[in-house]
């Protein structure tokens, strides 16, 4: 692949052959339609997909790509609104687009596409995640841990294919239990709208290997202490794209990478 979005050319892009985990700088990421995201992606050179809110969802995370947009790996992708998604930029930069009708405003049909893929595992609300999802992990080996957290992506900071940081008790267990690096922060500290707080994951996304960038300052968190700890122990030096507290903007999903 060598065509920016804009369509003009520019060195070589591959896909991301593993959700979440880019192998080298990320050139292309998924991020809801929020002030000022695109323009800090911009300028670490990661052109944006857009999200715009959906009618599908609840108003508080209807541009959210962690609700809307779930990548199956490669070029491959599963979508849920083809209203607000760029379904016709993202055929013409070589992806494979799969439509998903089966979402809903009410929860849990809202949570088809909100589950974690870290490494060869995914999480997720089983029995309420959308079947080509299931079907896909399946078929290429991806070992499904059931959780009790409908919102298993927002949930997940996916650190390593090996490591993950979550408030959820349920998911922390489960990681642990499988032989993960996991690290249980206190639960709130997010903003998120109208609600009463958001998550880590929802704040989060890898740009490099090393690299998680987040939407607010850790600084305002009272595990960073804990959170830095892990990250440096796994190897990701944290990077913020905001002085302000951390903000739940349905994550950052890296696409393609230089």
């Not at 900071?157 to 408030?167: D, K, N, R």
């Not at 987040?214 to 990077?239: A, C, M």
């Amino acid at each position: 692949m060598n065509r920016c979005p804009n369509g003009e050319m520019r060195g070589i892009s591959t896909w991301i052959e593993t959700p979440n985990l880019p192998k080298t700088q990320v050139t292309l990421a998924a991020v809801a339609n929020h002030p000022d995201l695109a323009d800090a992606l911009q300028k670490r050179g990661v052109e944006p997909v857009i999200i715009r809110q959906s009618e599908k969802l609840d108003v508080g995370v209807s541009n959210h790509p962690d609700m809307l947009l779930y990548h199956l790996g490669v070029n491959r992708l599963l979508y849920g609104d083809e209203a607000v998604v760029p379904v016709k930029r993202l055929v013409g930069l070589g992806f494979s687009i799969q439509y998903y009708d089966g979402l809903r405003r009410e929860y849990p049909g809202d949570i088809a596409l909100n589950c974690a893929r870290v490494g060869n595992f995914l999480f997720c609300l089983e029995k309420h995640t959308a079947i080509p999802v299931l079907n896909e992990c399946r078929k290429a080996g991806i070992k499904v841990i059931p959780v009790r957290q409908g919102y298993a992506k927002c949930s997940v900071c996916v650190v390593s294919e090996h490591a993950l940081i979550t408030a959820d008790s349920g998911i922390y267990s489960a990681a642990i239990e499988i032989g993960l690096d996991a690290l249980l922060i206190r639960p709130g500290h997010i903003r998120i709208g109208q609600y009463g707080y958001g998550f880590l994951g929802g704040c989060c996304g890898k740009l490099a290997p090393d690299m998680l960038v987040f939407s607010g300052n850790l600084r305002y968190h009272p595990d960073e202490t804990e959170i830095r700890r892990f990250l440096l122990k796994n190897g990701v030096t944290p990077v913020f794209f905001s002085k302000e507290p951390l903000l739940d903007i349905g994550g950052i999903l890296p696409l393609m990478q230089g």
